[in-house]
């Protein structure tokens, strides 16, 4: 594999309606034998996938790096967490079961939990093979069949994921891939056959999402943007508060749905957390993704870089202070040189009623905030129409629990940020979305009860 910035990798061909109904009934048809096997036996399965994409970790880390541009380093994380989804929903297969409800005179009630039939998968662009996982690990785990649609930005390493289910056992169509933009899309959520649709991406798109799965009645898991807030308290360790801020700015070039966009830092610390924040920014390694030391690759495309250049420059021009970055990054090597890099930025001068702080950037741009006291800083943070994370950095562990307990946000970190274990739940409030994927959770979203009522006397007629 060589990066080949801004030139063509591959081609694929558009998924229209014949295709796509071709794909839901071969799923249709995979989930008629899956849905009868047992968890243990989908269990089997399941594990041997995580085997396989263990065993090809840097093959397929690599495939992820050309696939969307984040550095190698971080790559091999997602296809570690990836692997580690697939074992987590493998152990949960043969525990899946329902209750028994006493009921008066001998009789009795059970539940069931069954599966949905065939699930539509509808992934973003950030993390391809991540997000394919687990959205597919929950659903198969349940005796489910899916169809995914990945980004058509990055189109690549899905594909090699449903040749690793078919090498690990599942039934011949059981996951499918389909290729495409918004008809694709379309298509898929009309679809009578689809049972439940699980979307990851903007918040525009999961509006049209919804209205659509509606005409269907059909479920829907919407994991969509954020805005959310880093709260630096002056009580923090303020090295780990700093390691915390790049971290919720900086991984995958800033294009993380959760990212702590808004660092609001208690005034106390607000000169020396913001220095020290600048001088770790510039010292991030941009660059080719392959080479081992880089710490931040490509952005995804040269349309998205320009909306996220302009977001800088409508900062600036609303009083904004571009303390480090935000200028285009030219790599030394040639062959990088129609790259869509872009130096990491850190906002200074900001306040809560400029753009930069309301709308989602979705790239390595971190702005700033002061704030004085808890209650004014939870409200600030509050102040949004996103709810998808939040953040707390202080050593005063009753006031972190306090003010994550405020937080409206369905994911919260304490002293960390952005480490989404997959025995966790992860999902927003708001207009970031519902549902929620991983941890137990997910189980709820990707099967449905199935309550039985059985009298074991005469029936009593009140006719």
Sequence with gaps: FKMCPGRVICKLLCSGEKEVDLAVQSAKAAFKIWSQMSGMER????????????????????LETINNGKSIFEARVDIDISWQCLEYYAGLAGSLAG??????????????????????????????????CWKSAPALACGNAMVFKPSPFTPVSVVRLAEIF?????????????????????????????AKISF??????????????????????????????LIIFSDCTLENAVNGALMANFLTQGEVCCNGTRVFVERKILDAFTKEVVKRTQKIKVGDPLLED????????????????????????????????????????????????????????????????KEEIFGPVMS??????EEEVVERANNTKFGLAGGVFTRDIQKAHRVVAALKAGMC????????????????????????????????YYSQLKTVCVEMGDVESVF
């Design 43 to 62: 269990s089997r399965v399941l594990l041997e996938a995580a085997r396989i994409i263990r065993e090809q970790r840097e093959e397929i880390a690599t």
């Design 99 to 132: 209750e028994h409800i006493q009921l008066p005179g001998g009789s009795f009630g059970y539940t069931r939990r069954e599966p949905l039939g065939v699930c539509v998968g509808i992934g973003a662009w950030n993390y391809p093979f991540q997000i394919a």
């Design 166 to 194: 078919t090498e690990a056992g599942v039934p011949k169509g059981l996951f499918n891939v389909v290729q495409g933009g918004v008809a694709t899309g379309q298509f898929l959520c009309h679809h009578p056959d689809v």
């Design 200 to 229: 990851t991406g903007s918040v525009p798109t999961g509006i049209k999402i919804m209205e659509m799965a509606a005409k269907g009645i059909k479920p829907v898991t919407l994991e969509l943007g954020g805005k959310s807030p």
């Design 294 to 357: 880089t710490r931040m690759g490509a952005l995804i495309n040269r349309p998205h870089l320009d909306r996220v250049q302009g977001f800088i420059k409508q900062a600036k021009e609303q009083g904004a202070q571009v303390l480090c970055g935000g200028d285009l990054y030219m790599p030394d090597d040639p062959k990088l040189k129609n790259g869509y890099y872009m130096r990491p930025c850190v906002l200074g001068n900001c306040t809560d009623d400029m753009t930069c702080v």
């Design 368 to 373: 700033i905030l002061p704030f004085d006291t």
């Design 413 to 444: 970190f304490i002293n960390n940020y952005n480490i989404s274990p997959v025995e966790l739940p992860f999902g927003g409030y708001k207009a970031s979305g519902f549902g929620r994927e991983n941890g137990r959770a997910a189980i709820e």
